[in-house]
Nanobody, 120 residues
Framework: QVQLVESGGGLVQPGGSLRLSCAAS????????MGWYRQAPGKQRELVAT???????NYADSVKGRFTISRDNAKNTVYLQMNSLKPEDTAVYYC??????????????WGQGTQVTVSS
Protein backbone atom coordinates (compact mmCIF):
# COMPACT_ATOMS: atom_id res chain seq x y z
CA GLN A 1 0.00 0.00 0.00
CA VAL A 2 1.42 3.34 -1.04
CA GLN A 3 2.11 5.83 1.73
CA LEU A 4 3.15 9.46 1.55
CA VAL A 5 4.93 10.63 4.68
CA GLU A 6 5.21 14.38 5.14
CA SER A 7 7.47 16.23 7.53
CA GLY A 8 8.84 19.68 8.23
CA GLY A 9 5.81 21.67 9.29
CA GLY A 10 5.67 23.78 12.42
CA LEU A 11 5.42 27.25 13.88
CA VAL A 12 7.55 30.02 12.42
CA GLN A 13 7.64 33.79 12.70
CA PRO A 14 6.78 36.02 9.75
CA GLY A 15 9.77 36.27 7.43
CA GLY A 16 11.04 32.88 8.49
CA SER A 17 11.62 29.70 6.51
CA LEU A 18 10.52 26.09 6.56
CA ARG A 19 11.27 23.09 4.38
CA LEU A 20 8.62 20.45 3.83
CA SER A 21 9.41 16.93 2.67
CA CYS A 22 7.15 14.19 1.35
CA ALA A 23 8.44 10.68 0.74
CA ALA A 24 6.48 8.04 -1.17
CA SER A 25 6.89 4.39 -0.23
CA UNK A 26 5.05 1.07 -0.17
CA UNK A 27 5.09 -0.21 -3.71
CA UNK A 28 4.74 2.77 -5.96
CA UNK A 29 6.49 1.82 -9.19
CA UNK A 30 6.30 4.97 -11.28
CA UNK A 31 5.98 8.59 -10.23
CA UNK A 32 5.02 11.35 -12.63
CA UNK A 33 3.99 14.78 -11.37
CA MET A 34 4.39 15.73 -7.72
CA GLY A 35 2.96 18.71 -5.94
CA TRP A 36 2.01 20.61 -2.83
CA TYR A 37 -1.42 21.93 -1.93
CA ARG A 38 -2.69 23.75 1.13
CA GLN A 39 -5.93 24.33 2.95
CA ALA A 40 -6.53 27.14 5.39
CA PRO A 41 -9.42 27.05 7.89
CA GLY A 42 -12.71 27.79 6.16
CA LYS A 43 -11.14 27.77 2.70
CA GLN A 44 -10.89 25.32 -0.16
CA ARG A 45 -7.73 23.36 -0.83
CA GLU A 46 -5.53 25.21 -3.30
CA LEU A 47 -2.51 24.44 -5.42
CA VAL A 48 0.80 25.75 -4.13
CA ALA A 49 3.35 24.26 -6.53
CA THR A 50 3.83 21.32 -8.87
CA UNK A 51 6.80 19.67 -10.55
CA UNK A 52 6.71 17.29 -13.49
CA UNK A 53 8.81 14.18 -14.01
CA UNK A 54 11.29 16.27 -16.02
CA UNK A 55 11.34 19.02 -13.36
CA UNK A 56 9.15 21.62 -14.99
CA UNK A 57 7.69 23.67 -12.15
CA ASN A 58 4.52 25.67 -11.66
CA TYR A 59 3.63 27.98 -8.76
CA ALA A 60 0.61 29.79 -7.44
CA ASP A 61 1.00 33.54 -7.90
CA SER A 62 0.85 34.04 -4.14
CA VAL A 63 4.06 32.06 -3.55
CA LYS A 64 6.13 32.86 -6.63
CA GLY A 65 9.58 34.09 -5.70
CA ARG A 66 9.25 32.81 -2.13
CA PHE A 67 8.68 29.05 -2.44
CA THR A 68 10.73 26.49 -4.37
CA ILE A 69 9.60 22.98 -5.21
CA SER A 70 12.11 20.26 -6.00
CA ARG A 71 12.27 16.48 -6.17
CA ASP A 72 14.71 13.63 -5.65
CA ASN A 73 13.64 10.80 -7.92
CA ALA A 74 16.05 8.32 -6.33
CA LYS A 75 14.29 8.86 -3.00
CA ASN A 76 10.74 9.27 -4.35
CA THR A 77 10.66 12.53 -2.43
CA VAL A 78 9.34 16.00 -3.13
CA TYR A 79 10.38 19.10 -1.20
CA LEU A 80 8.96 22.56 -0.68
CA GLN A 81 11.35 25.25 0.48
CA MET A 82 9.32 28.12 1.89
CA ASN A 83 11.03 31.46 2.50
CA SER A 84 9.75 34.87 3.56
CA LEU A 85 6.73 33.26 5.12
CA LYS A 86 3.64 35.37 5.78
CA PRO A 87 0.72 34.84 8.16
CA GLU A 88 -1.49 34.14 5.16
CA ASP A 89 0.66 31.09 4.39
CA THR A 90 -0.78 29.44 7.51
CA ALA A 91 -2.52 26.24 6.45
CA VAL A 92 -2.34 22.47 6.39
CA TYR A 93 -0.01 21.52 3.56
CA TYR A 94 -0.63 18.32 1.60
CA CYS A 95 1.60 16.60 -0.91
CA UNK A 96 0.17 14.85 -3.93
CA UNK A 97 1.90 12.30 -6.11
CA UNK A 98 0.65 11.17 -9.50
CA UNK A 99 1.89 7.65 -10.10
CA UNK A 100 1.05 4.00 -10.25
CA UNK A 101 1.67 0.68 -8.56
CA UNK A 102 2.53 -2.53 -10.43
CA UNK A 103 -0.31 -3.54 -12.78
CA UNK A 104 -2.45 -0.65 -11.55
CA UNK A 105 -3.78 2.44 -13.28
CA UNK A 106 -2.24 5.85 -12.82
CA UNK A 107 -3.83 7.73 -9.93
CA UNK A 108 -3.26 10.49 -7.41
CA UNK A 109 -1.97 9.72 -3.93
CA TRP A 110 -2.28 12.21 -1.06
CA GLY A 111 -0.28 12.73 2.09
CA GLN A 112 -1.86 13.14 5.52
CA GLY A 113 -1.05 16.84 5.76
CA THR A 114 1.35 18.86 7.87
CA GLN A 115 0.46 22.06 9.72
CA VAL A 116 2.33 25.26 8.94
CA THR A 117 1.63 28.22 11.21
CA VAL A 118 3.17 31.62 10.60
CA SER A 119 2.72 33.87 13.61
CA SER A 120 4.64 36.19 15.86
Amino acid sequence: QVQLVESGGGLVQPGGSLRLSCAASGGIRSIYAMGWYRQAPGKQRELVATITSNSITNYADSVKGRFTISRDNAKNTVYLQMNSLKPEDTAVYYCKVNGRELLMSIRDYWGQGTQVTVSS
